[in-house]
């Protein structure tokens, strides 16, 4: 029997630096497992969009498929479009059967992603304990997703860094909360050194209002984006793997 079909569901930007990203970490997972039918949708501005997809694969014969949010955090995304977009798409193809995976943080390779970024910019391991982390995420309006990152930056604090702290890039946030200001906020707390991790996959508006964040506050070092690193590749395949042993469950919520 066919594996069933990875379905990578990213949301879209018209930023075209953005599908190029999503693109090149959907080809690092396939070349990580031969033989699974990894396809790509997207919820806006790229096409194909997720329906296109699902009747697409459902044509050409596929029984079964993951749909996986390429997203960090459960918040709007994850909890209402996304599920929406299946539930239609379960209406219209009854013969596949489809589930949705979980959200792809918090993870420790998610961690390890990040800290790869920031050894390639130049952090070298053993400066983490004179370096403040900025630990800038896209941010939302569901309490839930800034609760996870705040969990995620004091999980960090004990890794060794000398200090850690979030930081928002959304229009949503609270004053105080955006790359810039919190890293003003360390230096003035003594901090000798600043580096700014983005916690996002893909380049785009928001990961630029975090690198102009970094550079207009004179941050030490910025990372790159997330982007089609292994681990991260990892991570969707581990997160389509306990979908599959968790799809009974998922298809009849």
């Known amino acids: ?30 070349s990580l497992r ?21 009747e697409r694969v459902a044509a050409e014969g596929a029984g079964e498929v993951v749909a996986l949010p390429l997203l960090l955090t459960r918040a709007f995304h994850a909890k209402t479009d996304i599920p929406s977009v299946l539930r239609e798409a379960r209406g219209r193809l009854p013969r596949l059967r489809i589930s949705q995976a979980d959200v792809l ?31 800038a995420s896209a941010g939302s309006s569901d309490p839930e997703a800034i609760a996870v ?17 979030p930081a928002f890039a959304s229009a949503h946030v609270a004053e105080g909360c955006r790359t810039a200001d919190v890293v003003r906020a360390l230096r003035s707390d003594g901090v000798r050194r600043v580096a ?16 102009g964040g970094a550079e207009e506050a004179g941050a030490d070092v910025l990372a790159g984006v997330l982007g089609p690193s292994p681990e ?11 979908a599959r042993v968790l799809a009974p469950a998922a298809l009849s919520a």
Not at 15 to 22: E, G, I, M, S
Not at 37 to 48: D, S, W
Not at 112 to 134: I, W, Y
Not at 196 to 211: F, N, T
Request: with cysteine.
């Open 232 to 242: 991260l590749a990892r991570l969707l395949l581990t997160r389509y793997d306990e």
């Open 196 to 211: 700014v991790a983005p916690y996002v996959i893909a380049p785009g508006r928001l990961p630029d209002r975090i690198a």
């Open 105 to 135: 943080g918090p993870s420790p390779l998610l961690n390890a992603a990040l800290e790869q970024r920031l050894h390639e910019a130049g952090l070298a391991p053993g400066d983490k304990s004179s370096t403040g982390l900025v630990l």
């Open 34 to 54: 031969p033989g699974l039918r990894v396809e790509t949708g997207f919820l806006e501005f790229n096409a194909p969009s997720v329906p296109q997809v699902l």
């Open 149 to 165: 990152i705040a969990e995620i930056a004091r999980e960090l604090r004990h890794t060794g860094w000398c200090a850690v702290r």
């Open 1 to 30: 029997m066919a594996s069933p079909v990875l379905l990578v569901i990213a949301h879209g930007s018209r930023d075209p630096r953005h599908a190029a990203t999503v693109h090149a970490l959907t080809a690092r997972v396939r």
